[in-house]
Structure formats: C-alpha cells, structure tokens
C-alpha cells in the first residue's frame, strides 16, 4: 500500500480530512454530496488503509504522503554538508543573489501564489494537508512578504512558502527547479524569510523538515526537535512516559490527538522508532526551530 495507490479523489478527501474538515466542509469543496463523501470514507478509504476511523485514517495518510514526497524533496537539500552554516554566510549568499543572475521577490497577487505555489507543487510532488493554496491565499492578508521566490530570465526557479502562526513563523515548502541547484539558492531563500520575518517583529521560525532535508536545515542553524502525535486524547503522559532524557519543549491534548514536542539536542532516530514501535498509530517528525 502507498500513497499511489490512492485514486485522485481519495487523496483529496484524506488531504482534507487531515486538515481538520468534517464531511460537510468537504463535500462543498469538492463539490459532491455528503453520502458521497461518506461512501468514500467507509466503503473505499477505511477498508483501503485498514482503518476504522478518521484520525487513524488521517495518521496512515500522513505516512503515506510524506513517504511519497521524500521520494521527490528537492536534492538541493542533499548538498547541505558543504554550507557554511553561520549568520555571516547566510548573508552573503542573498547578497550575492544578483551576481547569480537571480531576483528575489515576494509574492504580491493572488495570481502571483498561484503560478508559485504550482511551481513548488510541480518540484515537489504534491502538495501536504496543512500548506495549500487556499491556506497561502489566507496569507496574502496577513503576511505576503513571507512567501518569497526567486525568478531568472523572468521564469520562476525557486521558491519558500512561509507564513505567521500564533507567536512564530511556519517554514512551508522551499523548492528549488533543477537548473538552478547548487548555487545556494535554497539558502537564500531561507535568509530572506529570515529577514522578513525579523521586519515582522516575529524571531521564531518552525519548520517540519522531510529526512532527506534535515542536514540542510541543521547546517542554516535550526535545531532539532522530536514531534509526536497519537490520534487518541488523553494518551500525553503515556506518551512523555517513553522519554528518558529531553526536556518536554510543548504538549497538548486537541481535536482528537494528543501532542508531545521534545527538545533533542540532536536528531534521535532511535528515540523516533521506539515511539513508531510503542504506538504504531502515531505519527512522528523532526521539527526544527530557529531564533533570530
């Protein structure tokens, strides 16, 4: 079972279902009926991923597709030990952005997002749950100068998605067109949503990081954090109970799930499979903060 194994409207159904929607909200968006909806959830999806609910439903979902994109995350990110990881560096690189032949805009229309976002969506594989054009669209109200891209003969090579979430900043997709890797772009991307974050008065930026990508954020000076979630309420203190050693960063208990980040001082992929293996419904991520 992977995520192509999954027909088109299946995973819109699931992208949406993981984004918190009833049945109701996505029947309209869909535009079909509520029976509809229902049908494909009990009849197809459920039996499909071998799940009896929705928020089980959702966990395999979220396995599925971020499994599926690793297979398609931009290989600038596979350059990251050879990046110079201080502030200094991170600088330079965005000013020498011209030099490159690059220019580095923020998005400022709507039709702007939507020829960006199908860019990142094109590199990328497919777009997450969380990070949809709808959700950026919301974001031009709010905060349009976090949602950066880079242009090179008037065609667009790259791009970061980011957006303001209660008191931080949300790191969404950074993609990168193939022609135009292994020239930092990536980086500078990152340095100026950095910039224009700290011209928001906003110093903390998160980010959910694929594997493939996480020494990349490692070497821009953002630190590792362990994310795990558990589609059952009330399940917080088993769940800290299998923690031995890091200090507890945040914990919740919302919409069905219980919540535990971790402050590791490095990766633990150890730590990350114990948890898979203790809770085989949980969904776990590394989670990287930066303060600027």
């Given at each position: 079972?992977?995520?192509?194994?999954?027909?088109g409207?299946?995973r819109?159904?699931?992208?949406?279902?993981a984004a918190?929607?009833?049945?109701?909200?996505?029947?309209?968006?869909l535009?079909?009926?509520?029976?509809?909806?229902?049908?494909?959830?009990?009849?197809?999806?459920?039996?499909?991923?071998?799940?009896?609910?929705?928020?089980a439903?959702?966990?395999v979902?979220?396995?599925?597709?971020?499994?599926?994109?690793?297979?398609?995350?931009?290989?600038t990110?596979?350059?990251?030990?050879?990046?110079?990881?201080?502030?200094?560096?991170?600088?330079r690189?965005r000013?020498?952005m011209?030099?490159?032949?690059?220019?580095?805009?923020?998005?400022?229309?709507?039709?702007?997002?939507?020829?960006?976002y199908?860019?990142?969506?094109?590199?990328?594989?497919?777009?997450?749950?969380k990070?949809?054009?709808?959700?950026?669209?919301?974001?031009?109200?709010?905060?349009p100068?976090?949602?950066?891209?880079?242009?090179?003969?008037?065609?667009?090579v790259?791009?970061?998605?980011?957006?303001?979430?209660a008191?931080?900043?949300?790191?969404?997709?950074?993609?990168?067109?193939e022609?135009?890797?292994?020239?930092?772009?990536?980086?500078?991307?990152?340095?100026e949503?950095?910039r224009?974050?700290?011209a928001?008065?906003?110093?903390?930026?998160?980010?959910?990081?694929?594997?493939?990508?996480?020494?990349f954020?490692?070497?821009?000076?953002?630190?590792?954090?362990?994310?795990?979630?558990?589609?059952?309420?009330?399940?917080?203190?088993q769940?800290?109970?299998?923690?031995?050693?890091?200090?507890v960063?945040?914990?919740a208990?919302?919409?069905?799930w219980?919540?535990?980040?971790?402050r590791?001082?490095?990766?633990?992929?150890?730590?990350?499979?114990?948890?898979?293996?203790?809770?085989?419904?949980?969904a776990?991520?590394?989670?990287?903060?930066?303060?600027i």
């Amino acid at each position: 079972m992977n995520y192509h194994s999954l027909t088109g409207q299946q995973r819109r159904i699931l992208e949406l279902l993981a984004a918190g929607k009833t049945n109701k909200e996505i029947a309209a968006i869909l535009h079909i009926s509520e029976n509809t909806v229902e049908y494909h959830l009990v009849k197809r999806i459920y039996p499909l991923l071998q799940v009896r609910n929705r928020s089980a439903a959702a966990s395999v979902y979220f396995k599925l597709a971020t499994k599926a994109l690793r297979k398609s995350v931009v290989d600038t990110h596979q350059r990251a030990s050879t990046i110079d990881p201080s502030a200094a560096n991170v600088e330079r690189r965005r000013k020498e952005m011209p030099s490159m032949n690059f220019t580095l805009k923020s998005v400022e229309s709507e039709d702007e997002l939507k020829q960006v976002y199908a860019f990142a969506t094109a590199v990328l594989g497919l777009p997450t749950a969380k990070h949809t054009l709808a959700y950026y669209d919301e974001q031009l109200d709010i905060a349009p100068q976090l949602m950066v891209y880079a242009l090179r003969q008037s065609l667009i090579v790259g791009c970061g998605l980011a957006s303001i979430e209660a008191d931080h900043v949300l790191v969404g997709p950074v993609a990168v067109a193939e022609s135009a890797r292994r020239m930092g772009l990536g980086t500078a991307l990152l340095a100026e949503i950095e910039r224009q974050a700290s011209a928001l008065g906003q110093h903390t930026l998160i980010l959910g990081a694929l594997e493939e990508a996480e020494n990349f954020y490692l070497h821009c000076g953002y630190q590792p954090h362990l994310f795990v979630q558990y589609p059952e309420p009330a399940y917080v203190s088993q769940l800290k109970a299998l923690n031995q050693h890091y200090a507890v960063a945040w914990e919740a208990q919302e919409d069905g799930w219980s919540k535990l980040m971790l402050r590791t001082p490095k990766i633990d992929k150890a730590l990350q499979a114990s948890y898979e293996r203790q809770f085989p419904n949980c969904a776990t991520q590394t989670v990287f903060i930066k303060t600027i």
